[in-house]
């Protein structure tokens, strides 16, 4: 899911958490974490196409799969666990509470519009299968091709060229 819509879920689920009687610091986290948690995405940009790769191709490198391993550590049921047990913990701390929340609401909501395996989201899951990509998301409308497959595309998305090594 792209980032536009995950801050507007975001923003609905953080609204309503607050409408709902929850405090203003479970509200602000659960709305940052409900989109701040993709940014591990650009972890695996950098292992992928290194440090001075053209990051202007950040997004479509997802979206059009030049990715022969996805990481996406904070993507990770086995976090969410551990989260609330976190949670549990500090005696249900607000903060901790809404970065919870968010959490879980970000992953329902890739794990259904991402193509996502049954387990594809869970960390242990990808690592014993070698972080591969198309076994987590084997239902996405475009396969992951890696970055060879960004070579072969270079005629229809030129731009790319410049992130392949
Ligand atoms: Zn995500």
Same mark, same amino acid.
């Given at each position: 899911?792209?980032?536009?819509?995950?801050?507007?879920?975001?923003?609905?689920?953080?609204?309503?958490?607050?409408?709902? @009687?929850?405090?203003?610091? &479970?509200? *602000?986290?659960? !709305?940052?974490? #409900?989109? %701040?948690?993709?940014?591990?995405?650009?972890?695996?940009?950098?292992?992928?196409?290194?440090?001075?790769?053209?990051?202007?191709?950040?997004?479509?490198?997802?979206?059009?799969?030049?990715?022969?391993?996805?990481?996406?550590?904070?993507?990770?049921?086995?976090?969410?666990?551990?989260?609330?047990?976190?949670?549990?913990?500090?005696?249900?701390?607000?903060?901790?509470?809404?970065?919870?929340? @968010?959490?879980?609401?970000? &992953?329902? *909501?890739?794990? !259904?519009?991402? #193509?996502? %395996?049954?387990?594809?989201?869970?960390?242990?899951?990808?690592?014993?299968?070698?972080?591969?990509?198309?076994?987590?998301?084997?239902?996405?409308?475009?396969?992951?091709?890696?970055?060879?497959?960004?070579?072969?595309?270079?005629?229809?998305?030129?731009?790319?060229?410049?992130?392949?090594?």
């Amino acid at each position: 899911m792209k980032v536009e819509h995950h801050i507007a879920f975001s923003a609905a689920v953080s609204g309503s958490l607050y409408a709902a @009687g929850g405090s203003w610091q &479970m509200a *602000v986290a659960a !709305f940052v974490t #409900g989109f %701040a948690i993709d940014c591990d995405h650009c972890g695996d940009y950098l292992v992928e196409f290194g440090v001075r790769s053209n990051w202007r191709n950040f997004f479509r490198s997802f979206y059009e799969g030049y990715y022969t391993r996805i990481y996406i550590p904070f993507h990770s049921w086995e976090l969410l666990f551990l989260l609330g047990v976190v949670a549990y913990l500090s005696e249900w701390n607000q903060w901790v509470v809404g970065v919870l929340l @968010g959490a879980v609401q970000h &992953m329902i *909501v890739d794990q !259904f519009s991402n #193509g996502a %395996a049954g387990l594809g989201y869970s960390f242990l899951w990808r690592w014993f299968g070698g972080f591969e990509p198309n076994r987590s998301f084997p239902y996405r409308r475009t396969p992951f091709v890696g970055p060879r497959g960004a070579a072969v595309k270079i005629p229809v998305n030129p731009k790319m060229n410049d992130d392949v090594p």
